[in-house]
C-alpha cells in the first residue's frame, strides 16, 4: 500500500494551486527547501514525477495536475468529516435512539425530550417504544443507543443506571370510594382493569395479591395497553394498579390515586446502555438531562 502523510497531500495540493516554491511555502508555513524536500519525497514514494521545475517557474505535470485535483477532493472531504465529528461532540448536531415502554414514553420521557430539544436544537432524537423485551433485543443488537424501564435479571451485556424506585399505586373511579391508603386484601372483591398478566406489572400484581390472599385474582377486563386500562378503569367505574408514573398522563386526571400496602410493591425504574461500548455525545447528553429532570421532580 502506498504511504503518503497529511503533510506531503497537502504540499501537493498547495503548490500545484500556489504554481510557486515562495507562495506555496509561505501558505503552509514552511521554508521552500522543506516544501521542495517534501515534493521529492512524494514523488519517490509514487514513482512519478509530479511538477516540471525551471529557474522561474514550477508547473504541475499532467498526472501531477489530476492527482493534484483528485487530494484537494479528498482533502476536503476529510476537512468535512472532521468538522462533523467536532459538531458531534460540540452537541451541535448527531442523532440519539432512544427506546422506551410505552408508558414512560407518553408521561415521563415527554418532559425530558422537551428539554433535551431546547438544550440541544441540532440533535435528532429517534424513539422506539416496546416491550422491555424488545427493548433489551434492540440494545444488544445496538439498533437503539439507550433504554428505559425494568431490566432485572436481563441480558448480562446490559449496563443499567437507577433512576429512581417506582411504586405501584391503584387508581379508581370516584363511585368507587377507595381510601388514600389501602390494603391489597381490599380490593378482592372490586372490579378490577389489568394489564396483561405476562408483563413485568402483570407479574407483580399476581404475586401481591398471592402475597395478601393466597389466591389467584383475575382481573375482570384486561388489556396489552396501560391508556386502555386507565380509559376503562374510568367507563367501567372500577379499579386499575398501575405504575405511579403514570399519574403524570392526562388520562388519570378523573380518577382517585391510592397508596397500597401490605405489601407495598416497587421496581427499579433504570436507563440502560450497552456494558464496555462508548456512548455517543448526544447519548450522554441525554442521560445527564434525563437524570437531572428526575432528581427535581423528587
Known amino acids: 500500500m502506498i504511504k503518503l502523510s497529511i503533510r506531503q497531500l497537502l504540499a501537493i495540493r498547495e503548490l500545484a494551486s500556489a504554481r510557486s516554491f515562495t507562495v506555496a511555502a509561505s501558505n503552509l ?42 487530494v484537494s477532493r479528498l482533502l476536503d472531504d476529510l476537512d468535512s468529516h472532521i468538522v462533523n465529528l467536532q459538531a458531534l461532540g460540540d452537541l451541535a448536531n ?46 444488544t443488537r445496538r439498533e437503539i443507543d439507550l433504554a428505559i424501564g425494568t431490566f432485572e435479571g436481563r441480558a448480562a451485556e446490559i449496563e443499567m443506571h437507577p433512576l429512581f424506585d417506582d411504586r405501584l399505586v391503584a387508581l379508581s373511579h370516584p363511585s368507587v370510594g377507595l381510601k388514600k391508603k389501602v390494603k391489597w386484601a381490599e380490593l378482592l372483591d372490586k372490579k378490577i382493569v389489568g394489564i396483561d398478566k405476562d408483563s413485568s406489572v402483570g407479574k407483580m400484581i399476581e404475586h401481591a395479591f398471592w ?9 375482570t377486563l384486561a388489556s396489552h395497553h396501560w391508556l386502555t386500562v386507565m380509559a376503562l ?22 380518577l382517585v390515586r391510592s397508596e397500597l400496602i401490605e405489601p407495598s410493591m ?15 455525545p448526544a447519548a450522554d447528553a441525554f442521560m445527564r438531562t434525563l437524570t437531572h429532570i428526575i432528581e427535581n421532580q423528587n
Do not use: W
Not at 425530550?113 to 422506539?128: D, H
Not at 402475597?211 to 382481573?219: D, I
Not at 378503569?233 to 378523573?254: E, M
Open 266 to 280: 416497587s421496581r427499579t425504574i433504570s436507563i440502560a446502555s450497552i456494558k464496555g461500548r462508548s456512548r455517543s
Open 211 to 219: 402475597n395478601a390472599a393466597k389466591r389467584v385474582v383475575r382481573p
Open 29 to 70: 508555513h514552511t521554508t521552500q527547501s522543506n516544501l521542495s524536500m517534501t515534493i521529492r519525497e512524494a514523488e519517490a514514494i509514487v514513482g512519478l514525477r509530479l511538477f516540471d521545475r525551471t529557474t522561474k517557474f514550477v508547473i504541475p505535470t499532467a498526472a501531477g495536475q489530476s492527482f493534484a485535483d483528485s
Open 94 to 139: 448527531g442523532t440519539v435512539s432512544i427506546g422506551v415502554t410505552p408508558l414512560l414514553g407518553s408521561t415521563l420521557l415527554a418532559k425530558v425530550i422537551a428539554r433535551f430539544n431546547e438544550l440541544y436544537p441540532g440533535i435528532a432524537i429517534r424513539i422506539e417504544d416496546a416491550s422491555t423485551h424488545t427493548l433489551v433485543s434492540l440494545l
Open 233 to 254: 378503569t374510568s367507563s367501567v367505574k372500577g379499579i386499575c394498579i398501575v405504575p405511579s408514573y403514570a399519574c403524570i398522563s392526562g388520562f388519570t386526571s378523573n
